[in-house]
C-alpha cells in the first residue's frame, strides 16, 4: 500500500510525511496544486520548487495537479503541462481531475495527453481522478485512477467493477473521508478487499482532506506497513 496525502505547502505538515516515507516507505506518492484554481500558476513558486527538490532527494514521487483537463482545449493542457517540468523539474507525472467518462473521447483527447506526458518524461506516473463510474478504457492512458472519493458510509458499501480484477492492485487509488482512528484497519481490509494498491484515508471530510494529514497519520503509516504493534 502507499498512502497519497494532501497537496498545498500549508498544513500538509511535510516532515511528517517524509519521515513516513524514511521509515515506513509507505508514501506513493505526492500532489502539489501551486494554483487554487488547479494547475502549475503564473510563474514558478520557490516554496513548491525547494518542495519537489527534496522529494527528488528522498526518491519519493511528486505529481502536479491539473484541473479537470475537459474544461480546457489541448493547447492549453499542454501548456500548463510544459510549466511543471519547467518550473518543477524532478516532477513524477500529473494527476488531473477529470469528471469526464466518455470512452469514445479517448483517442481524440486523452490519449493525446498521455503521449504528450511520455514524451515530456519516459515511464511518467499519469494519475487521473474519475471515481467510482471510471471505465476500463482509461486503464490505456494512465498509470493510476481514482476509483472512489468519499466518506467511510459508502466505502463500506462501495463494490469495484469486475474488470479492476485485470489489473494489479498498484493501478487504483482509493480516497476515504471521515474515517474515525478506531476503523483505520476496518478501512484498510476494504482496500485490500475492493483491490486498491494505493490509500488516502483521513478523517477529515472532502473539504479539509488535502490541507491536512490526520491526526493519526503517524499510526495509519505504521499500519499500511505492516508494523503496527
Known amino acids: ?22 521509515q515506513y516507505g509507505v508514501m506513493g506518492c505526492i500532489v502539489i496544486n501551486p494554483d487554487p484554481f488547479g494547475g502549475p500558476g503564473n510563474a514558478s513558486d520557490p516554496n513548491y520548487a525547494a518542495l519537489v527538490e527534496r522529494a527528488v532527494r528522498a526518491n519519493l514521487p511528486i505529481l502536479g495537479y491539473l484541473e479537470d483537463p475537459v474544461l480546457f482545449n489541448l493547447t ?22 477529470s469528471l469526464d467518462n466518455q470512452c469514445d473521447r479517448i483517442p481524440s483527447f486523452f490519449q493525446i495527453i498521455w503521449d504528450y506526458i511520455n514524451i515530456k518524461q ?14 476500463e478504457c482509461y486503464m490505456n492512458v494512465s498509470t493510476i485512477l481514482l476509483t472512489y472519493q468519499w466518506d467511510m458510509g459508502g466505502y463500506m458499501k462501495y463494490t469495484p467493477p469486475a474488470w479492476m480484477k485485470n489489473y494489479p492492485p498498484e493501478r487504483f487509488w482509493n480516497t476515504v473521508f471521515n474515517v474515525p482512528s478506531i476503523e483505520i484497519e476496518t478501512v484498510i481490509k476494504k ?33 499500511v506497513a505492516g508494523q503496527d504493534d
Open 122 to 135: 519516459n515511464n511518467a506516473i499519469v494519475a487521473y481522478n474519475i471515481g467510482p463510474l471510471a471505465t
Open 191 to 223: 482496500t485490500v478487499e475492493v483491490g486498491a494498491g494505493h490509500i488516502d484515508i483521513t478523517n477529515y471530510d472532502f473539504t479539509d482532506n488535502y490541507q491536512h494529514l490526520p491526526p493519526y497519520f503517524a499510526r495509519l503509516s505504521k499500519m
Open 76 to 97: 492549453t493542457i499542454r501548456d500548463m503541462i510544459d510549466k511543471y517540468y519547467l518550473w518543477y523539474p524532478g516532477i513524477s507525472g500529473i494527476y488531473m481531475q
Open 1 to 22: 500500500f502507499a498512502l497519497l496525502p494532501c497537496n498545498g505547502t500549508e498544513g500538509c505538515a511535510w516532515d511528517e510525511i517524509f519521515l513516513a516515507h524514511q
